[in-house]
């Protein structure tokens, strides 16, 4: 058998992209997961998530189909049903994963990998050796210390629920606390949010705000600033200690979304003790590099934008560099999009208007876009859209793109490209806008 060139821990997105490049390289690849192929991603995170959120989106169609004046009775989900929709799309994946392992010749070995030097893994008991090994583990839901709260659901428990609870609190207001309580409003649950600050502090404060707004007319109750010490039983349900409740509490359910860890300690620090920063992420340089010559990391044990496209686009960057002869093949890190999936969603691209602020002073010009979306404006609960450009310099470059409202998940990327490229205000004004779309407001504003 030929000798490994490359060893890869951990089958998440990030993973099994930087494997099946090198492979297509030409690089001889072991590829580690002890557990589903995929990660967190398809089977935790990403994809079940969608899957729930575009259940989600349906109910509220259907809302809007009855207000419209559509005949429709029953909108509750058959939540078993959907699951096992789910389920099926998620073994769909994890099948042509396979396919595509096999058909690049990288063998899979379903074991923890834990490094014992640099260059060398223990996979629960066969040694393997490579010159080449990625740390590519990813991360779990953090776990406070706090009373009770092991009586609350961690977002991995949530893709478990079989049914849809009656009432839910969600302590987190980052991007799952947000979905998730988007999700099962949506799906018949009177959900209260606690967040210890504001809604997605670390998106556009505006957006933020607007958010929060949209959540309350939609009957989610948001509180903010709200920092909740502990958890108990209550009447045969579960009270928040420390904080005033809606109406909603006793909860059925408390969803703990309060962030996520990076699963660093775990793969052999001991035997080679790779830089890690405070909260255990480990650390890397532009190009993935960590302080040990011949181990590198991706994806989300890194901490840097802990989203699934990044992990992918790093790691096939990666093997470009290992295997494809790009010596600086490496992941530019600024200008990457995101998407919360909130009902309705929002994204944003470059800076905040805060960021710019702070970086370019009074070099900065915001354009704004505040408006009903017209399929909106026909129902009986009309919602503001908010969209905004940050815009610096002489010349008007766009910086950041901010957007919320329907539609915003599947406009962001096309305008990502236009800030990639430098894109200015004025080719936003010189473009011809598409009538009547929400979209037209971003080349409409003055
Ligand atoms: P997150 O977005 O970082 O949000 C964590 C939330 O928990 C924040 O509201 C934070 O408050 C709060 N928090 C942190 N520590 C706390 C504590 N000790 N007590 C109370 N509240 C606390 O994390 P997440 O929602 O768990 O998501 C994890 C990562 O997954 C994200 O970074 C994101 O990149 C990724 N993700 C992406 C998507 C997507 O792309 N649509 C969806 C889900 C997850 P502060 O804001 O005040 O710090």
Redesign the pocket.
């Known amino acids: 058998m030929r000798a490994l060139d490359y060893i890869v821990i951990g089958g998440g997105s990030g993973g099994l992209a930087s494997a099946l490049r090198a492979a297509r390289h030409g690089a001889r690849v072991a590829l580690l997961e002890p557990n589903a192929l995929g990660g967190t991603c398809v089977n935790l995170?990403?994809v079940p998530?969608k899957a729930m959120w575009y259940a989600a989106q349906t109910a509220h169609e259907l809302q809007r189909a009855r207000e419209y004046g559509f005949d429709i009775r029953s909108g509750v989900l058959d939540w078993s049903r959907f699951l096992a929709r789910r389920q099926d799309y998620i073994e769909r994946i994890q099948d042509s994963y396979r396919t595509r392992l096999k058909e690049s010749g990288i063998e899979v070995i379903p074991a923890r990998g834990q490094l014992v030097e640099p260059g060398r893994v223990d996979a629960q008991g066969r040694v393997l050796e490579a010159p080449h090994v990625l740390v590519a583990t990813g991360g779990r839901?953090?776990r406070?210390t706090l009373p009770g709260f092991e009586k609350g659901m961690l977002?991995d428990d949530f893709f478990d629920l079989r049914s849809c609870p009656r009432s839910v609190a969600v302590?987190?207001?980052?991007?799952?606390?947000v979905?998730l309580a988007g999700v099962l409003h949506a799906l018949g649950a009177r959900v209260d949010l606690y967040?210890?600050?504001?809604?997605?502090?670390?998106y556009d404060e505006e957006l933020g705000q607007a958010l929060a707004d949209s959540m309350r007319a939609d009957g989610i109750g948001v509180h903010l600033h709200a920092?909740?010490p502990g958890l108990r039983e209550l009447d045969g349900g579960l009270v928040l200690d420390g904080i005033e409740h809606s109406m909603a509490a006793p909860y059925e359910r408390v969803l703990w979304?309060?962030?996520?860890v990076p699963n660093s300690r775990c793969i052999g620090l001991e035997n080679v003790p790779l830089s890690l920063d405070a909260e255990g992420h480990v650390q890397t340089d532009d190009w993935q590099n960590t302080s040990v010559r011949g181990v590198y990391a991706i994806g989300?044990v890194t901490g840097r934008?802990?989203?699934t496209p990044v992990a992918i686009a790093a790691g096939r960057k990666l093997s470009d560099r290992l295997f494809g002869g790009q010596d600086d093949a490496h992941l530019e890190y600024a200008n990457i999009p995101?998407?919360?999936?909130a009902h309705p969603p929002l994204g944003m691209v470059g800076l905040t208007e805060a960021q710019a602020r702070q970086r370019h002073g009074d070099n900065v010009r915001v354009y704004r876009a505040c408006f009903t979306p017209m399929q909106s404006a026909l129902s009986d609960h009309p919602q503001r859209s908010l969209m905004k450009l940050v815009c610096s310099g002489k010349d008007d470059r766009v910086i950041g793109v901010h957007l919320f409202g329907p539609g915003s998940d599947e406009m962001l990327q096309g305008f990502a490209v236009a800030v990639k490229m430098g894109a200015r205000k004025s080719d936003f004004d010189a473009t011809v806008a598409i009538h009547p779309t929400s979209a037209e407001e971003l080349v409409l504003m003055q």
């Open positions: 995170g990403c998530k839901p953090r406070l977002s302590v987190g207001g980052g991007y799952i606390g979905e967040a210890r600050s504001t809604l997605l502090s670390h920092l909740v979304a309060i962030g996520r989300d934008d802990e989203l995101s998407v919360v999936f």
